[in-house]
């Protein structure tokens, strides 16, 4: 696909839409975000009202001087999606139920070709490109925030399946007899480990947040920093979880890397420790074992470069060089 006529470009409006943030960005063919735009997802409104929130940060970005070479529009949303039709019905945004995006984002780009994909492939797209899975053939990347999403990139190629939800570990269930998951199954890994959900397990047991702090994980995360056992118990438990996600993905499809960003992940040591220590004890078989463990790179820009890069590898635009050039370790 060639940009039009006088563009700068190629560039691709990328679109990060999750249960608290929408994010928008203009991002050229090496990953730069050119220009940006956000609001918050007002996630317990009308649909209406949440593509609201959208078309405002598609308004934004059209009137940077650098829409003009913008060929195509990449949007990675909270799943589930359908890519198939063009569809998405988040979890954590109950007014989008089988809601028409890609339509209604083309139909206010001006019919710009729309690619839509899960958060977690998107995420998946940008750390296989430019972040901690650049060089891997065999990796799974997860995005544990508001939600727990993830994709796969299985023989050096980005694999978001017929729908655009391969990968998406957060609604796999670790604990068969556990609590009642929103997607209507139960013992999720979202469940366990969500940020809202480790500030949710470690309220019940008795934990307070300092003074003036709001009930969050990071929260927690300070308070386990500080050795509080309820805080570092809770985050045990989201470790825990995400652990025996990763080793049955490993064990499924032999991932050689496990990348784990979002918000949840900026507590470092406090998850990844005892993260690294579980997943010693569920990926026991030889080719399951030896998993890298490793954070995200790209940070709260995953979303936005990797819904670009999907959006690009799918529309096969010229320019955006997608395969990764250096080896893995």
Avoid at 162 to 188: E, K
Avoid at 300 to 321: C, K, M, R
Wanted: charged share 15%.
């Amino acid at each position: 696909m060639q940009p039009p006529h006088g563009a700068t470009g190629p560039h691709v409006a990328a679109l990060d839409i999750g249960g608290t943030k929408i994010a928008g960005a203009l991002v050229d063919s090496e990953g730069r975000l050119l220009a940006r735009a956000l609001r918050p997802t007002p996630a317990s409104e009308d649909g209406e009202t949440v593509l609201r929130a959208v078309t405002e940060v598609l308004a934004e970005l059209g009137a940077a001087p650098q829409w003009e070479g913008t060929v195509a529009v990449g949007i990675g949303s909270a799943g589930p999606v359908d890519a198939a039709h063009g569809t998405v019905s988040p979890v954590n945004v109950p007014g989008w139920r089988e809601f028409p995006l890609v339509a209604r984002v083309s139909e206010a780009c001006g019919g710009l070709p729309v690619v839509l994909t899960g958060d977690g492939v998107a995420m998946t797209a940008a750390e296989h490109w430019q972040g901690a899975a650049r060089g891997y053939d065999n990796a799974l990347c997860m995005v544990v925030s508001t939600g727990v999403g993830g994709g796969l990139v299985l023989g050096g190629a980005l694999l978001p399946g017929p729908t655009g939800n391969a990968g998406h570990i957060g609604h796999i269930s670790v604990d068969l007899d556990g609590d009642p998951c929103p997607c209507g199954s139960r013992g999720c890994v979202e469940r366990i480990a969500s940020g809202p959900n480790i500030a949710r397990r470690a309220l019940d047991q008795g934990w307070q947040p300092s003074a003036g702090a709001a009930p969050t994980a990071a929260a927690v995360a300070e308070s386990a920093r500080a050795g509080d056992p309820i805080a570092l118990a809770s985050f045990d438990r989201a470790a825990q979880a995400l652990a025996a996600a990763i080793a049955a993905t490993a064990t499924l499809v032999e991932i050689h890397v496990a990348v784990v960003g979002g918000g949840v992940a900026n507590a470092g040591p406090i998850l990844f420790d005892p993260l690294r220590e579980h997943l010693t004890r569920y990926a026991t078989l030889s080719f399951a074992a030896g998993v890298d463990v490793v954070p995200a790179k790209l940070g709260t820009d995953a979303g936005l470069v990797g819904a670009a890069a999907a959006a690009a590898q799918a529309l096969h635009i010229e320019g955006f060089t997608l395969r990764p050039l250096t080896p893995a370790p």
